[in-house]
Structures are given as structure tokens and as C-alpha cells.
């Protein structure tokens, strides 16, 4: 199994407040994502990242933001959580970008919004 | 854009059954095509996949066949068991495009 931890893995916050979820690789691999899941949607990007500093939007970006410092590590943080925020958020990893690489995935986070 | 269309579940078969999940796609160009599944409180891993037209992926018994002519990407195993009862993804990637397209998910039930 590929080196991938999730923390925390459930959260339980209230409205409004900020919350970081940070994905954790022993891979070195370059590209690192986050997805949300949820029922009738399957996963959707949140955002990725392919290299330290260097971060892009997926197809739900609003109302996220996200941060890698370091090449094993890529946070997820909901600036002013909301109700509609609650969900299961996967991070994954891969080598490259090429389109027949595989996506390793973490185990995810439960993360309810009160 | 791209898409992936794959049948809704909850499937439900017996123990020892044949088992196909259907899956189709549109996109430009020439797509992967992979299937993922996701145990219970599990992520996603995968489980085949294929790079080209009349590509096979197989594993653990599972296979499915790269066809670019029907756009499909079915997915099917001769004897399923109690086990193999998860959430099923299609997924493509295009090579135009640097981010993967998932369907939806197919629950499996398998009954012993």
C-alpha cells in the first residue's frame, strides 16, 4: 500500500469556524490531490498540486484553499466551514500527470459541519 | 467535457454469480480508462485498468475491455464472492488533461 495518512480522520465542527485537514505521503510522489465525496457525486477535485508551492483549482474549489510547504505534506483548509462542507475528503498522490498513471488514495476524512 | 456514465446500484447478486457493471465515456482524444474500488471505511484502490483501445485490465479475477468503438468500459467477473461486495468506480484520464473523471460509484451486494 502506497504511504499515504489522513488527519484527523473524523472531525466534527460547528459553523463557521476554520478547519485544516492535512494529507501526509511517504512516497515522494510529485503530484498530490483532494477530492470530496458524496453520495450521487462520486469524487470531485477540490484542488491539487505538482510540486511544493505550486497548487492549482479543481471543478469545487470555492470555499477552500490549500498549501504545501513540503513535499510530503498538503493541507486542505475550509476557511469559514459550512453545512455544505460536509463530506468524505480523500487526498491522493501520484507520480506523474501522465494520463495512464495510477492515483493512490488515502484513507480519508470524515469531516460533519453542524 | 469529458464524462463517465456507469449504472446506478445498488447490485445486488448471489454468491457464485456473473457480475457486469456497465460504464461508458465521452472524451476527446485517446483516454485511460480505470476502474477503482473502495472497500467499506476504506479510500479507493485500484483495480485495472487500460491505456489503449482493445486493452484488457485484469485482476482478482475482474476484467475489462478497452472499447473505443462502443466508448464502454464494462466491467465483469465470472463468481463473485462476499468479499468483492464494495463501492465500484469508473474513471478516465484524459491525455489532454491532467485530472481524473470518475462516475458516480455502483454498490455491490453480495449475498452468501
Known amino acids: 500500500d502506497a504511504g499515504i495518512t489522513q488527519s484527523p480522520r473524523h472531525k466534527v465542527t460547528e459553523t463557521g469556524t476554520p478547519v485544516t485537514l492535512r494529507c501526509h505521503q511517504t512516497?515522494?510522489?510529485?503530484?498530490m490531490y483532494w477530492y470530496r465525496q458524496d453520495p450521487g457525486h462520486g469524487l470531485r477535485l477540490i484542488h491539487y498540486s505538482y510540486g511544493v508551492k505550486d497548487t492549482d483549482k479543481g471543478e469545487v474549489s470555492d470555499g477552500y484553499s490549500v498549501s504545501r510547504s513540503k513535499t510530503e505534506d498538503f493541507l486542505l483548509t475550509l476557511e469559514s466551514a459550512t453545512s455544505s462542507q460536509t463530506s468524505v475528503y480523500f487526498c491522493a498522490i501520484s507520480e506523474s500527470l501522465s494520463s495512464t498513471d495510477t492515483q493512490y488514495f488515502g484513507p480519508g476524512t470524515r469531516l460533519t459541519v453542524l | 467535457g469529458d464524462s463517465v456514465t456507469q449504472m446506478e446500484g445498488p447490485v445486488t447478486l448471489s454468491e457464485e454469480a456473473f457480475l457486469t457493471i456497465n460504464c461508458t465515456y465521452t472524451?476527446?482524444?485517446?483516454?485511460?480508462l480505470f476502474w477503482y474500488v473502495q472497500y467499506p471505511g476504506e479510500g479507493l484502490q485500484l483495480l485495472l485498468k487500460?491505456?489503449?483501445?482493445?486493452d484488457k485490465g485484469s485482476n482478482k479475477g475482474f476484467e475489462a475491455t478497452y472499447r473505443k468503438e462502443t466508448t464502454s468500459f464494462h466491467l465483469e467477473k465470472g463468481s463473485v464472492q462476499v468479499s468483492d461486495s464494495a463501492v465500484y468506480f469508473c474513471?478516465?484520464?484524459?491525455?489532454?488533461?491532467?485530472?481524473?473523471?470518475f462516475g458516480k460509484g455502483t454498490r455491490l451486494h453480495i449475498l452468501p
Open positions: 512516497e515522494n510522489h510529485r503530484y
Open positions: 472524451a476527446t482524444g485517446y483516454p485511460s
Open positions: 487500460a491505456t489503449k483501445a482493445d
Open positions: 474513471a478516465l484520464s484524459s491525455n489532454r488533461d491532467d485530472k481524473i473523471i
